[in-house]
């Protein structure tokens, strides 16, 4: 029976007569393993985070699946759950750069899914005789709606040249999709008694996006893991990011922004883990909902707090045990700084003692002028954070573009503030700390991979570079002309997926 025969078959079996406030919908993706069910009709999000559906709304009711009502109202519903568990805790930011979030439930055909600052918008595609939409899975809608989350709490990290930066921005997307359905009583009992309560388990709640995975794993199956897109529960330990190759299948890790993300993710999700774990002998549902709640809280004040630098990882990771620390009595100390450690995210050197306040502002290197240094919030305790937090501009740098194949034109790009002695670091190999990298450095690495995938929409510049390959739908960059000079900006965060 195809998948969406299945869903079908298992709405009809699980409900029988319709309920003014209730809809049906997925708990998990369609593909999980999961049946629908009757979830609370989707409320109306906060005045700061307003949304725009760019559809007509069908009738609120208990529509089958596989039908368009089923697929409109299961995804209302994942966009507002996931809301409302960030809203809380973002003070009074908005969304980034529009007063309406636009949601595109079905843009057209295409294995993807991307948040672009103005909008969500989700795809259709047929793969082997099923169609897939990438709309329907409530893992994609809260991975990409954490993009629009994260843009809200710290927009400068949308234009930053920086891998860990970028990587971050996936892991948080891949997290938001795990909280959120925690937020669902129905998957934390299912968890709980799947994994006996050892959540760091392959589980439905680790496995995230797996019918997006199904469908990309028929023509390249080496891209995603055997039974989904990503999954939270891996072996993966922290190298640079200059000291991965480009890209790499899912078996290995690379520096691409998806695949390096696996190391934060699986660092988080442990810690997650050992919380729950560490509350009881045998976990019930209110430890899992406590460890979660405290997750979203230290991500989002750590965020918040972090200066962004090349190793950001490291520099989230002291964050977060900082807010521990300071607004929870460091309850999660020893989970969050054992995941870390085993993951390299951070070093022994860099968990030994708390580093000294420093004032946030920085200068760079550079001789153009246009350098000016921030990129951290103040010190202190972080709860007044969100609501009263600037944008700090990031340092703008010129590169010269002879080495690109751009002849003697200059890029401007926006790079990460310069490290110190006291910024955190993660683990090397061989023991000790990683060397400090050179903020320069990191942002031309980024370069180089987004011009090696063909993700930078060249414009006017086009043809001085070897043809991509990859489409202009999927080119997540843009060379742009201001002012008479060239400069790299992001036009989205996609699935990262390099269909030509």
Not at 324 to 342: H, P, S
Not at 368 to 379: D, L, Q, T, W
Not at 448 to 456: Q, S
Request: with cysteine; proline share 8%.
């Amino acid at each position: 029976m195809s998948p969406a025969r299945r869903a079908r078959a298992s709405g009809r079996r699980r409900d029988a007569a319709p309920a003014a406030r209730e809809i049906l919908g997925w708990e998990d993706d369609p593909l999980s393993g999961a049946l629908p069910i009757r979830l609370p009709a989707p409320s109306m999000p906060p005045a700061k985070l307003r949304l725009a559906i760019v559809a007509k709304a069908p009738p609120l009711a208990l529509h089958e699946p596989g039908t368009p009502g089923f697929r409109y109202w299961t995804a209302i519903e994942s966009i507002t759950r996931g809301i409302s568990l960030w809203a809380p805790r973002m003070g009074e930011r908005g969304w980034a750069a529009t007063e309406r979030l636009r949601i595109h439930l079905d843009r057209g055909r295409d294995l993807n899914a991307y948040y672009d600052r103005e909008s969500l918008s989700f795809f259709h595609e047929e793969v082997a005789g099923t169609m897939i939409y990438s709309g329907e899975s409530p893992d994609v809608v809260t991975h990409e709606l954490g993009h629009a989350i994260l843009d809200a709490i710290r927009p400068e990290l949308w234009d930053v040249m920086s891998t860990e930066a970028a990587a971050f921005h996936e892991s948080f997307g891949d997290l938001s999709a795990i909280l959120a359905a925690l937020e669902i009583p129905s998957v934390r009992s299912a968890v709980l008694e799947a994994t006996g309560g050892k959540l760091f388990r392959s589980s439905r709640l680790s496995r995230l996006a797996e019918s997006l995975g199904w469908a990309i794993r028929q023509s390249r199956p080496e891209l995603v893991a055997e039974d989904c897109l990503r999954n939270a529960v891996n072996a993966f330990f922290y190298r640079p990011p200059g000291e991965l190759p480009p890209s790499g299948p899912d078996a290995t890790l690379s520096r691409e922004p998806h695949s390096f993300s696996r190391v934060f993710t699986a660092g988080a999700f442990e810690a997650l883990a050992l919380a729950v774990a560490g509350a009881a002998k045998k976990p019930a549902e209110r430890h899992l909902v406590e460890a979660a709640r405290d997750l979203s809280t230290l991500l989002v004040e750590a965020v918040v707090r972090a200066r962004i630098v090349p190793g950001y990882f490291a520099e989230i990771a002291t964050r977060m045990l900082d807010a521990d620390r300071d607004q929870l009595g460091a309850r999660n100390a020893e989970a969050l700084r054992t995941a870390f450690l085993r993951r390299g995210i951070l070093s022994l050197d860099s968990t030994a003692a708390p580093p000294k306040p420093k004032a946030a502002g920085v200068r760079s290197r550079s001789s153009s002028g246009e350098a000016e240094g921030a990129g951290r919030a103040p010190r202190g305790r972080p709860a007044p954070g969100p609501r009263t937090q600037s944008p700090v501009a990031l340092p703008l740098v010129a590169f010269e573009g002879a080495s690109l194949g751009l002849g003697r034109r200059r890029l401007l790009l926006r790079i990460p503030v310069a490290p110190d002695a006291e910024t955190p670091r993660g683990a090397a190999y061989r023991g000790g700390s990683v060397a400090l990298v050179d903020p320069h450095d990191d942002a031309r690495a980024f370069l180089e991979v987004l011009l090696r995938r063909g993700r930078i929409d060249l414009g006017a510049e086009r043809g001085r570079l070897p043809a991509s390959g990859v489409r202009p739908a999927r080119r997540t960059h843009t060379l742009s002309r201001e002012r008479g000079r060239l400069v790299v900006t992001r036009r989205f965060f996609d699935c990262g997926f390099d269909a030509p």
